[in-house]
């Protein structure tokens, strides 16, 4: 069946290094979404790309989608504690409207 | 423009019970969604609505239902509760399409199951 992985499933980095989470989709993905959840929150959508190669940047924050559109990474330069949270790529059921989540990455953030 | 609200956010119920959340999509919005988020299993999809439709089902038991009104409220019902159903349930609505267009999510409601 169709599967999401994300690596690493926990990360914990001291404020100011960089982190990177990898999400790996077992089939191609006509577009791939990020989303961030903070403790005790719900998701809320940071970005999408559709284009395979595809780089967008949020300042600090630059999402890649791979040649094949079966990866995507997302990556954080010089963490701050307000980054602290679970962040899932998403994509497409295939063959229906609606999204198929990662495991999730959760980012602790060490003052 | 109010976001999506979910009802009640926590709730206790004991096995055997019934239980019926409530999902209210930002306005103009016609698509609702649910999922289920444990610990365990992480955010699986339950079923999606679209104009009053169950367009979209995912791999949960027949005990797990819903329905959308004509305003595009939607609600959810989970029959005869088992210690596993304890969950957040999360609704998120969008546009038209799920997935092709951001999902807004609600705040969740907190299920347990005793």
């Known amino acids: 069946g169709q599967q999401v992985m994300q690596i690493p499933q926990y990360q914990h980095v001291q404020e100011g290094e960089d982190f990177t989470t990898y999400c790996n989709s077992s089939t191609t993905l006509s577009n791939i979404q990020w989303y961030k959840q903070r403790p005790g929150g719900h998701p809320v959508f940071l970005i999408q790309?559709?284009?395979?190669?595809e780089v967008k940047k949020q300042k600090r924050l630059t999402f890649q989608f791979g040649e094949a559109k079966k990866n995507s990474s997302l990556h954080i330069t010089a963490t701050q504690t307000t980054d602290v949270g679970t962040y899932f790529c998403a994509g497409p059921i295939r063959g229906a409207n609606n999204l198929f989540f990662g495991t999730g990455t959760r980012l602790t953030v060490i003052p | 423009k109010a976001g999506v609200t979910q009802t009640p956010r926590y709730l206790i119920k004991t096995r055997g019970q019934q239980v019926t959340l409530s999902c209210s999509p930002i306005s103009g919005h016609r698509s609702v969604s649910w999922y289920q988020q444990t610990p365990g299993q992480g955010l699986q999809f339950l079923f999606e609505?679209?104009?009053?439709?169950?367009?979209n089902k995912g791999n949960f038991p027949g005990r797990f239902s819903g329905r959308q009104f004509s305003n595009s409220r939607s609600e959810m019902n989970v029959s005869t509760l088992e210690l596993g159903d304890s969950a957040l349930y999360l609704c998120a609505s969008s546009w038209l399409d799920g997935g092709k267009e951001t999902q807004y999510f609600g705040p969740g409601t907190r299920l347990l199951v005793l």
């Open positions: 790309l559709v284009k395979s190669g």
């Open positions: 609505y679209f104009s009053e439709t169950q367009r």
